[in-house]
């Protein structure tokens, strides 16, 4: 990446000051500088007790920042509870309250100091905030209020001087207020287990599932497969991109094309609530649109329309798509999350419709199919050079081809192509999800752990129901010492798309939380997940050997590593672990020593 680019990072950023400070200045600048010292004392030792770091301290105000979301809220709310217990042991005068906003976002690097939206926002956050009180914004509630007994009162969206978004904004409730805000949550053993049960519609998922099938092509040319495949793969990415459900993945839905389909099956396997069927035929520039949603509990039709419209007009009927089927889900529409104009790859159809070609060759996973994608996607890029999904597909094939070894030429002169791609894709739209998903991996690969979270949770934000995206940033927590948080990400990503990209059963995506399990130390969940997976990979053969040899099991170890050995005669576990890019290296030599 150029040197000229801004270096940014994701950040908790914690903005406090003290209520009224001014008018204590004015009645008496020493008692208000001594009790300040005091005060900041308190304050200081929480924030560096909790990992935080002060970078920012102008009179009364303090501006810190924190790795974890969670860390600052401790922090945060320790300090004002050693405010509050000092308070009332000195005199009126020598009170202080302080108010405090918390916020998560992206800042941007300089030397020590930190800049950006995420900071402005904690200090206007701070600004709302009660005296002796802490106001934190919703994307920073979101990562906190399952992980703390804390409880929280939303105080709605509020308009913020310069921050172009209104902000949703919580409170915390601290002291007497305090009350639970949500359950605990449940153990990653048992949200697997209580979601793999056959399910009834609504009854058991915390969100509505809603799985989109392939729709049918009533053309019946094969050659249109991927105008058809493309546009339900659009629209299934349009609503992976909402809070409010879960959505089966594309790779998942697709395994079932050209299949006989039971409803109650699929419903019972992948705990569905909901399903999504329809039709698609074209023709010169028309196309006309079915679709039907079913709850496959009863069979009963819940919503079904029919979009007789041209091919200018398709990403107009993939958004009514999606309104309609979450009005009838939920009753309500996230409508901040579906600005379409900002994420319209093109208006070229020419453009779009070499994405589209280039996108099915790329769900092939062979040689011919990477060839075939990048070749598709240079004409799309050729059709519109400002086409950027173009080229982050294009980098996502080629990163396919490295991986598989289709690429002709030295893996260096690829991964420049590679990063070229991805670069240009960058500059073109910044907010592209594939490009963030790429940059994510790339910079683990590279250890730069900062930066691939930086471009991970910004991927996350925007599709929090991407399996690709979900999996990339729970595998870079397990690897970063979060292994508890990484663990659930990766069962997520198992439960979204057990058949992941590229495979034909879940084996993968088992193997994926089997690693999780081991580096978080359930070893015993780790062999729980074990026993779901047919053909393990290496790493999954890795996890569970080290698992046994930490439950001290020295029998059924060299049991396990026998037959690792008859599986892949090859390979050598101990420098598949080297492979694997662990922040902490004594991790990576103790699981080595457990395998050897």
């Given at each position: 990446?150029?040197?000229?680019?801004?270096?940014?990072k994701?950040?908790?950023?914690?903005?406090?000051?003290?209520?009224?400070?001014?008018?204590?200045?004015?009645?008496?600048?020493?008692?208000?500088?001594?009790?300040?010292?005091?005060?900041r004392?308190?304050t200081?030792?929480s924030?560096?007790?909790?990992?935080?770091?002060?970078?920012g301290?102008?009179?009364?105000?303090?501006?810190?920042?924190?790795?974890?979301?969670?860390?600052?809220?401790?922090?945060?709310?320790e300090?004002?509870?050693?405010?509050?217990?000092r308070?009332?042991?000195v005199?009126?005068e020598?009170?202080?309250?302080?108010?405090v906003?918390?916020?998560?976002?992206?800042?941007i690097?300089?030397?020590?100091?930190?800049?950006g939206?995420?900071?402005?926002?904690a200090?206007?956050?701070?600004?709302?905030a009660?005296?002796?009180?802490?106001?934190?914004?919703?994307?920073?509630?979101?990562e906190?209020?399952?992980?703390?007994e804390?409880?929280f009162?939303?105080?709605?969206?509020?308009?913020?001087?310069?921050?172009?978004?209104?902000v949703?904004?919580f409170?915390?409730?601290?002291?007497?207020?305090a009350q639970?805000?949500?359950?605990?949550?449940t153990?990653?053993t048992?949200?697997?287990?209580?979601?793999?049960?056959?399910?009834t519609?609504?009854?058991?998922?915390?969100?509505?599932?809603?799985?989109?099938?392939?729709?049918?092509?009533?053309?019946?040319?094969?050659?249109?497969?991927?105008?058809v495949?493309?546009?339900?793969?659009?629209?299934?990415?349009?609503?992976?991109?909402?809070?409010?459900?879960?959505?089966?993945?594309?790779?998942?839905?697709f395994?079932?094309?050209?299949?006989?389909?039971?409803?109650?099956?699929?419903?019972?396997?992948?705990?569905?609530?909901?399903?999504?069927?329809?039709?698609?035929?074209s023709?010169?520039?028309?196309?006309?649109?079915?679709?039907?949603?079913t709850?496959?509990a009863?069979?009963?039709?819940?919503?079904?329309?029919?979009?007789?419209?041209?091919?200018?007009?398709?990403f107009?009927?993939?958004?009514?798509?999606?309104?309609?089927?979450?009005?009838?889900?939920?009753?309500?529409l996230?409508?901040?999350?579906?600005e379409?104009?900002?994420?319209?790859?093109?208006d070229n159809?020419?453009?779009?419709e070499?994405?589209?070609?280039?996108?099915?060759?790329h769900?092939k996973?062979?040689k011919?199919?990477?060839?075939?994608?990048?070749?598709?996607?240079?004409?799309?890029i050729?059709a519109?050079p400002?086409?950027a999904?173009?080229?982050?597909?294009k980098?996502?094939?080629?990163?396919?081809?490295i991986?598989?070894?289709?690429?002709?030429?030295?893996?260096?002169?690829?991964?420049?192509?590679?990063?070229?791609?991805?670069?240009?894709?960058?500059?073109?739209?910044?907010?592209d999800?594939?490009c963030n998903?790429?940059?994510?991996?790339?910079?683990?690969?590279?250890e730069?752990?900062?930066?691939?979270?930086?471009?991970?949770r910004?991927?996350?934000?925007?599709?929090p129901?991407?399996p690709?995206?979900v999996c990339a940033?729970g595998?870079?927590?397990?690897?970063?010492?979060?292994?508890e948080?990484?663990t659930?990400?990766?069962i997520?990503?198992?439960?979204?798309?057990?058949?992941?990209?590229?495979?034909s059963?879940?084996?993968?995506?088992?193997?994926?939380?089997?690693?999780?399990?081991?580096?978080?130390g359930?070893?015993?969940?780790?062999?729980e997940?074990?026993?779901?997976?047919?053909?393990?990979?290496?790493?999954?053969w890795?996890?569970?050997?080290?698992s046994?040899s930490?439950?001290?099991q020295p029998q059924?170890?060299?049991?396990?590593?026998?037959?690792?050995s008859?599986?892949?005669?090859?390979i050598?576990?101990?420098?598949?672990?080297?492979?694997l890019?662990?922040?902490?290296?004594?991790?990576?030599?103790?699981?080595?020593?457990?395998?050897?």
């Amino acid at each position: 990446m150029p040197e000229s680019t801004p270096r940014r990072k994701l950040a908790a950023i914690l903005a406090a000051d003290v209520v009224g400070f001014s008018k204590m200045m004015g009645e008496n600048e020493d008692r208000t500088l001594r009790n300040l010292k005091v005060c900041r004392t308190l304050t200081d030792e929480s924030v560096k007790t909790h990992h935080g770091r002060v970078f920012g301290s102008a009179g009364d105000s303090i501006i810190a920042e924190f790795g974890s979301p969670v860390d600052a809220i401790v922090a945060a709310v320790e300090f004002q509870k050693n405010l509050r217990d000092r308070n009332n042991e000195v005199d009126p005068e020598d009170q202080m309250q302080f108010r405090v906003g918390l916020n998560m976002g992206d800042v941007i690097i300089e030397g020590d100091n930190l800049y950006g939206d995420g900071v402005n926002v904690a200090a206007r956050l701070e600004s709302a905030a009660e005296p002796g009180g802490i106001l934190v914004s919703g994307k920073f509630h979101d990562e906190v209020r399952r992980k703390l007994e804390l409880g929280f009162e939303s105080k709605g969206a509020q308009e913020m001087k310069n921050i172009e978004e209104p902000v949703h904004t919580f409170k915390v409730l601290l002291g007497q207020e305090a009350q639970a805000d949500s359950p605990a949550p449940t153990s990653a053993t048992s949200a697997v287990s209580s979601k793999s049960a056959v399910h009834t519609s609504g009854t058991q998922n915390e969100k509505p599932r809603l799985i989109v099938l392939p729709f049918s092509n009533l053309n019946k040319v094969e050659d249109n497969d991927f105008l058809v495949d493309g546009i339900v793969e659009d629209i299934i990415t349009e609503f992976s991109r909402l809070n409010s459900i879960e959505i089966i993945s594309r790779n998942t839905a697709f395994a079932f094309k050209g299949k006989e389909i039971d409803n109650s099956k699929i419903a019972a396997e992948f705990g569905i609530d909901f399903i999504a069927t329809g039709s698609i035929r074209s023709s010169g520039s028309r196309i006309r649109i079915s679709v039907e949603l079913t709850d496959p509990a009863t069979g009963n039709s819940i919503w079904s329309e029919r979009y007789d419209r041209t091919m200018d007009d398709v990403f107009e009927v993939q958004d009514e798509i999606v309104r309609k089927v979450m009005v009838a889900l939920v009753g309500k529409l996230e409508t901040a999350s579906l600005e379409r104009a900002k994420r319209k790859p093109t208006d070229n159809l020419n453009s779009y419709e070499y994405l589209l070609r280039g996108r099915d060759f790329h769900h092939k996973f062979s040689k011919e199919g990477v060839l075939s994608a990048i070749e598709m996607l240079d004409k799309s890029i050729e059709a519109d050079p400002n086409n950027a999904q173009a080229y982050a597909w294009k980098a996502c094939s080629i990163g396919q081809g490295i991986g598989g070894g289709y690429l002709e030429g030295d893996e260096e002169t690829n991964f420049e192509k590679l990063q070229t791609s991805i670069q240009k894709a960058q500059e073109l739209d910044e907010n592209d999800l594939e490009c963030n998903r790429i940059l994510c991996e790339i910079n683990k690969f590279f250890e730069d752990f900062e930066q691939s979270e930086y471009y991970g949770r910004k991927a996350y934000d925007m599709n929090p129901n991407d399996p690709r995206v979900v999996c990339a940033y729970g595998e870079l927590y397990v690897l970063t010492g979060r292994a508890e948080e990484g663990t659930e990400l990766l069962i997520k990503a198992y439960e979204l798309d057990p058949v992941g990209l590229g495979a034909s059963n879940a084996d993968k995506r088992l193997g994926d939380v089997m690693f999780g399990a081991y580096v978080k130390g359930d070893y015993e969940q780790c062999l729980e997940y074990d026993r779901k997976v047919g053909k393990k990979q290496p790493i999954a053969w890795a996890a569970k050997i080290a698992s046994l040899s930490a439950l001290s099991q020295p029998q059924e170890k060299e049991a396990e590593l026998t037959k690792f050995s008859a599986a892949y005669p090859d390979i050598v576990l101990g420098e598949e672990i080297d492979k694997l890019h662990f922040q902490d290296k004594e991790v990576k030599q103790t699981m080595k020593e457990l395998v050897a």
